[in-house]
């Protein structure tokens, strides 16, 4: 299942070009198929799908053959229902992660506060919950954000998972983002879950790296790249109360820029992993 939150971006791009090389406007291709203006628009802008009007414009626009059996594919694609809808309590904002990850061909993140969700353990999970409900009342429940968690964990366990890279701030290392003794559990769970998996690498931006130019990170975010070349690359990042997903390659590209450049800068892998077992050992039990 690829991404329908990316192939509605996609289908919304398929329309704006069919349109365009028609010369027609919204209006005229509103008044060929019988539908608003506004039905026209939300359809480009990725906001809703509708097969039956997206077959009605493929025929108003005289679509036809291969051309008509990708846009149509594409629509079905996009109404998809994914397993995190069925998953009561996760979360807006992990659905919508889960939803970004579903087909990624390649997974790059930069965490710069916490243990990337993708690598958390339960105990870690729980303990974040209960701290972020200090702050905002919770949108899903505790079990229900522990679902999502795990059937994003089995993403990356599924035959043809995305490669996942993360670059992990030092910070978010030395930084007690749970009580101690589950801190250094979570520490251990990382260095053997990415301990000699290919398709998973983690590394450690260590405080006094030197990144290129100078252009350290302001905030958490991830890439998102799909086997089909015509899906957009995304980025989401990560704030306090929301994220924001941008798809504008003139906006992707200097985050593009910017985790080569923290690549570059942070730990290789191995030696990533002696620091995270470190950290561990100066840990409490309790």
Same mark, same amino acid.
């Given at each position: 299942?690829? $991404?329908?939150?990316?192939?509605? +971006?996609? !289908? ?10 028609? *010369?027609?406007?919204?209006?005229? #291709? ?5 539908? $608003?203006?506004? /039905? ?20 108003? !626009? ?6 008509? @059996? ?11 229902? *994914? ?10 904002? /992990? ?21 990337? *969700? ?6 870690? #999970? ?7 409900? @200090? +702050? ?45 003794? #589950?801190?250094?559990?979570? +520490?251990?769970?990382?260095? @053997? ?13 260590? #405080?006094?790296?030197?990144?290129? $130019? ?15 070349? *015509? ?15 941008? @798809? ?13 450049? +923290?690549?570059?800068?942070? !730990?290789?892998?191995?030696? $990533? ?12 039990? /309790?």
């Amino acid at each position: 299942m690829i $991404s329908p939150y990316v192939r509605r +971006l996609r !289908l919304g791009a398929e329309l704006r070009a069919l349109r365009a090389a028609a *010369g027609l406007t919204h209006e005229q #291709v509103a008044k060929r198929i019988g539908e $608003s203006r506004a /039905q026209i628009s939300r359809l480009e802008n990725g906001h809703i799908v509708d097969l039956a009007d997206v077959m009605k414009i493929l025929d108003a !626009l005289g679509v036809e053959g291969e051309r008509w @059996t990708q846009i149509v594919t594409i629509a079905r694609e996009a109404g998809e229902r *994914g397993w995190w809808e069925s998953t009561r309590g996760m979360g807006e904002r /992990q659905a919508l992660y889960a939803n970004l990850e579903a087909g990624a061909a390649a997974i790059r993140e930069y965490q710069q506060t916490f243990i990337p *969700g993708l690598l958390q353990t339960p105990e870690f #999970v729980r303990a974040r919950t209960a701290a972020d409900a @200090t +702050l905002e009342p919770m949108t899903g429940t505790v079990e229900g954000v522990l679902a999502g968690r795990a059937g994003r964990q089995r993403m990356l366990r599924r035959p043809g998972a995305p490669s996942y890279e993360v670059i992990v701030d030092e910070v978010a290392v030395r930084r007690l983002a749970a009580p101690p003794d #589950v801190v250094k559990k979570q +520490l251990y769970h990382l260095a @053997t879950a990415c301990n000699g998996k290919p398709s998973v690498a983690l590394r450690v931006l260590p #405080v006094d790296a030197r990144v290129d $130019s100078f252009t350290v990170p302001r905030c958490t975010f991830s890439i998102y790249t799909y086997p089909d070349p *015509g899906d957009p690359a995304v980025v989401a990042i990560d704030t306090v109360t929301s994220d924001l997903v941008l @798809t504008d390659p003139a906006e992707v590209a200097p985050y593009d820029q910017l985790y080569a450049r +923290l690549r570059d800068a942070a !730990l290789p892998p191995t030696d $990533s992993l002696d620091l995270l077992t470190k950290a561990a050992t100066e840990l409490p039990d /309790q």
